[in-house]
């Protein structure tokens, strides 16, 4: 019994914490490639190729 319902209610929790996980990762992504991004267009000077 115990070996059949552990499996099911451990799984829940890991798949929250990779979407979590993820969620938080893309995020800073975001943030640090807008970063980036702003921080080259000023040294370019605004142009777009």
Do not use: C, N
């Amino acid at each position: 019994m115990s070996t059949h319902t552990s499996p099911s209610f451990r799984r829940s929790p890991q798949r929250w914490f990779e979407y979590w996980l993820i969620s938080l990762g893309m995020s800073a992504i975001a943030y640090l490639l807008e970063k980036v991004i702003l921080r080259s267009v000023r040294d370019d000077g605004g142009i777009h190729p």
